[in-house]
């Protein structure tokens, strides 16, 4: 997968455990992000439906969760691939903003992107294969970027992978078919189905996915957007409609506990940072209020490597201090006590092991 801040990677085989001792046949990721806790419901046999407002995120849930690996053919995406890999580089809007105006790749690899983008919805635009297509080519594009997981900014010389050639290979799919929802989480909350598991992994502070992943929103949107910045954002990512609830300081806390609240599933696994604008005990009373028992489980875990890194100025220079590099997620379970106290059985049985 992708690098993506507040992946739940760690977790999911910990993730994966509750859900099996939940028994849940269907499940929902409100905040589904890459899609990682998602594609771990479908391994574990359940009918997902994966939400986000991002556009990259919609791709990533029509590949990992809508596409069914039993019914596409492995050949076809294959053969796909290959004629897109065979597509002449150009010089286009990734060379020119994400190359030239900025560093995220070199350009002999963002002339390649520009003529994979550019080649997908030519050859391939109302395909069933698109999704995959795109997914591919983020996956690629990633493997050669640099930054340190965010684009937010670059580095100031060029990371060692960005020399590599892109490559594009075929994502692996997971078992079933679910479904993708471009949405606010808060706003269609009420009108998704029932679900046995409801996973919740909100933003839990100011910055926004929107635009710590800008590169790929327009990779995936080719809307060629107007750049602003040194990062060479996307111009609505100053727009007051790219802004969520769930990351304001102010706002945050009220629409989280309104959306636990609402949220129709018989168990809730809420996850967020030590790092975040609501403390523990706020989580699990927010969880209380659904009038169900309450577990909580904590996991530490490195911090973003960019911690690790300092705080420069545009020249370069170190200007500040490595703060905190390691971090505790909170998972909150809400649900029938006896169904709780199973999946967190399950969950001490894994560390035992």
């Known amino acids: 997968m992708i690098k993506y801040l507040g992946s739940k990677r760690r977790l999911v085989p910990v993730l994966g455990e509750l859900f099996a001792g939940s028994g ?3 499940g929902l990721d409100l905040f589904t992000g890459t ?9 574990r046999g359940m009918d997902v439906t994966a939400v986000d407002t991002a556009s990259y995120s919609e791709v990533l849930a029509q590949c990992y969760v809508e596409a069914d690996a039993d019914t596409v053919d492995a050949a076809e995406v294959a053969g796909a691939l290959d004629r897109l890999a065979c597509l002449e580089p150009v010089r286009g809007y990734v060379t020119e903003v994400f190359c030239e105006r900025s560093r995220y790749f070199q350009p002999r690899n963002g002339m390649r992107i520009d003529a994979v983008r550019q080649g997908i919805d030519d050859l391939y635009g109302d395909s069933p294969l698109r999704s995959l297509l795109l997914t591919s080519l983020l996956r690629a594009a990633d493997a050669v970027d640099s930054t340190v997981g965010v684009q937010m900014a670059y580095l100031k010389e060029w990371s ?7 490559v594009l290979r075929p994502p692996v799919l997971t078992p079933g078919a679910g479904r993708a929802v471009r949405a606010d989480a808060a706003s269609v909350v009420d009108d998704l189905p029932h679900v046995d598991v409801a996973y919740l992994d909100p933003p839990y502070n100011k910055h ?8 790929w929103e327009t990779l995936v949107r ?8 040194v990062a060479a954002k996307r111009a609505d990512c100053r727009d007051a409609v790219s802004r969520s609830v769930f990351n304001g300081r102010r706002t945050m806390p009220a629409a989280l506990a309104e959306t636990v609240r609402r949220v129709r599933a018989d168990t809730v696994v809420l996850s967020f940072s030590d790092e975040g604008y609501v403390a523990l005990p706020d989580l699990v009373e927010m969880c ?31 200007v500040g201090s490595v703060g905190r590099l390691r971090n505790v997620e909170h998972l909150v379970l809400a649900g029938d006590g006896d169904r709780l106290d199973a999946m967190v059985a399950r969950v001490a049985a894994l560390q035992e092991a």
């Not at 899609?35 to 391994?43: D, G, H």
């Not at 080719?222 to 910045?229: A, K, Q, V």
């Open 208 to 215: 926004r996915y929107f635009a710590n992943y800008h590169v």
């Open 35 to 43: 899609t990682r806790v998602a594609q771990e419901m479908c391994r």
């Open 288 to 318: 209380r209020a659904r009038g169900q028992d309450v577990r909580t489980l904590s996991f530490e875990s490195d911090r973003y490597v960019g911690a690790k890194i300092g705080i420069h100025n545009r020249a370069g220079e170190k």
């Open 160 to 166: 060692r992978r960005s020399a590599r050639e892109l």
């Open 222 to 229: 080719w809307d060629r957007p107007e750049p602003y910045g």
């Open 24 to 26: 849940a046949r269907t």
